[in-house]
């Protein structure tokens, strides 16, 4: 192994990540001296890290390809969005959370088939400024990424409920079976909002989306929604989440549930499968968490009154089925009038989560390459927040973005009135 030459974009991979990959290949005996490295996606995609394609040219004309995660070594941008929480709180996943739920389905006697699907993960490193993640490509699964700026539909919400309530219901059995465990996961995973909602400079920030938000809304009607929502993100999250990690309806959360985080297969252009990547932002939260981040995230208004509803209803119809397999029941380990509570009492905070989730969301690929440039080559420190402040703003973006933004607040506020989450 000691041979294999990298070609392509390798700038980004140290002598130690190289090291790891050279590891993963003899672990897997794959004899290749030759892999090359590309990146993955587009601008726009993926905030924290770069995403690589890595693949090794087999002596027979075959490849081996692996999802290589790697962390910048830019120092501002490390610092602005927590690199190195986000890295370790995905590796504690793979290695620890994860072969957990192997486990615990296995004893229960459930065939492969019945698993949760998550990527297979070839290896991990989290030395300082040589963080990977080297993970499955899917692709060669025949699994796709959606278009991001193309709601879902509800063929693909409930597919992605299906994986929420499988995921969700492990994290209860885990409790039920082994509390030490799960609440060492507890004081592991750390919550990047609540990271950020202790950081003076982030209300500035959070102050400025709001400015910039109702600049952009033409109609008291909903600017009347906005405001008082980002702006006070901070200040509602710590008053709902205070008691979350204690609470016995507690899980692990996925935490990034949007349309870049899914890769779905097809069968006859229709969806039958769907696997969550991307789990940087998991921590032990409410299942809500999961439902609204993805619901309001990632669909339409016209989808959502149609369907909101029925979404809930087959969540936990789902939960409970799965719970089945351990001997339990979703109406005692969540009930059903806990779940339409919690959907309520977390509305606010997604409200304001969805606008924030959206100001990155919809950029075009240059625009989100202009902004990641700017974070690391434009500030001289982390603390000078104001100029990432200008660097965001929707309302400096081109008309036809700043359009889809103004369409997609006013669907939110339509879907939260529909729903009576506000008035």
Same mark, same amino acid.
């Given at each position: 192994m000691t041979g294999i030459t990298f070609e392509g974009e390798t700038?980004?991979?140290?002598?130690?990540?190289?090291?790891?990959?050279?590891?993963?290949?003899?672990?897997?005996?794959?004899?290749?001296?030759?892999?090359?490295?590309?990146?993955?996606?587009?601008?726009?995609?993926?905030y924290v890290a770069d995403v690589k394609k890595i693949t090794a040219e087999?002596?027979?004309?075959?490849?081996?390809?692996?999802?290589?995660?790697?962390?910048?070594?830019?120092?501002?941008?490390?610092t602005l969005m927590g690199t190195v929480m986000l890295f370790e709180n995905e590796c504690i996943i793979?290695?620890?959370?994860?072969?957990?739920?192997?486990?615990?389905?296995t004893t229960a006697g459930l065939s492969e088939d019945q698993f949760f699907r998550f990527p297979e993960c070839y290896g991990t490193l989290m030395e300082p400024f040589n963080e990977i993640i080297l993970l499955e490509d899917l692709k060669d699964s025949n699994f796709e990424m959606l278009d991001r700026f193309t709601p879902l539909t509800n063929e693909n919400v409930k597919l992605i409920l299906k994986n929420f309530a499988i995921y969700h219901s492990l994290s209860f059995v885990l409790?039920?079976?082994?509390?030490?465990?799960?609440?060492?996961?507890?004081?592991?995973?750390?919550?990047?909002?609540?990271?950020?909602?202790?950081d003076p400079q982030s209300q500035y920030y959070f102050e400025s989306l709001e400015t910039d938000t109702l600049a952009i809304?033409?109609?008291?009607?909903?600017?009347?929604?906005?405001?008082?929502?980002?702006s006070l993100l901070p200040e509602?999250?710590?008053?709902?989440?205070?008691?979350?990690?204690?609470?016995?309806y507690?899980?692990?959360?996925?935490?990034?549930?949007?349309?870049? /985080?899914?890769?779905?297969?097809?069968?006859?252009? %229709?969806? $039958? @499968?769907?696997? =969550?990547? &991307?789990?940087?932002?998991?921590?032990?939260?409410?299942?809500?968490?999961?439902?609204?981040?993805?619901?309001?995230?990632?669909?339409?208004?016209?989808?959502?009154?149609?369907?909101?509803?029925?979404?809930?209803?087959?969540?936990?119809?789902?939960?409970?089925?799965?719970?089945?397999?351990?001997?339990l029941k979703a109406n005692y380990v969540y009930p059903r009038d806990k779940l339409d509570a919690d959907l309520r009492r977390y509305s606010k905070i997604y409200l304001a989560m969805s606008v924030l989730l959206n100001t990155m969301l919809i950029r075009k690929s240059e625009d989100a390459a202009a902004m990641k440039e700017k974070m690391e080559n434009g500030?001289? /420190?982390?603390?000078?927040?104001?100029?990432?402040? %200008?660097? $965001? @703003?929707?309302? =400096?973006? &081109?008309?036809?973005?700043?359009?889809?933004?103004?369409?997609?607040?006013?669907?939110l506020v339509d879907s939260y009135r529909e729903f009576g989450y506000i008035d």
């Open positions: 700038d980004c991979l140290t002598p130690r990540r190289q090291e790891l990959v050279k590891e993963v290949l003899q672990k897997k005996n794959i004899k290749s001296s030759k892999v090359r490295v590309n990146t993955l996606g587009k601008a726009g995609d993926n087999l002596e027979n004309g075959e490849a081996f390809n692996m999802i290589a995660k790697i962390a910048t070594n830019n120092e501002i941008t490390r793979y290695n620890e959370v994860f072969p957990k739920f192997v486990d615990l389905q409790k039920k079976q082994d509390p030490d465990t799960f609440d060492s996961f507890n004081d592991k995973l750390k919550d990047f909002y609540s990271w950020v909602g202790n809304l033409d109609s008291d009607n909903y600017k009347k929604a906005i405001r008082g929502s980002v509602h999250s710590a008053k709902v989440i205070k008691n979350e990690p204690n609470s016995r507690s899980i692990i959360t996925h935490g990034d549930g949007w349309t870049n /985080n899914i890769m779905f297969s097809f069968k006859d252009n %229709v969806p $039958v @499968q769907a696997i =969550l990547i &991307d789990y940087q932002l998991s921590k032990v939260g409410n299942p809500v968490d999961d439902l609204q981040y993805m619901i309001f995230s990632s669909t339409d208004h016209s989808t959502r009154k149609k369907h909101y509803y029925e979404w809930i209803d087959y969540y936990h119809s789902e939960l409970d089925n799965s719970l089945a397999n351990f001997g500030m001289e /420190n982390p603390e000078d927040i104001k100029e990432l402040t %200008v660097a $965001v @703003q929707v309302s =400096l973006l &081109d008309n036809e973005t700043v359009a889809l933004f103004k369409r997609k607040i006013e669907d």
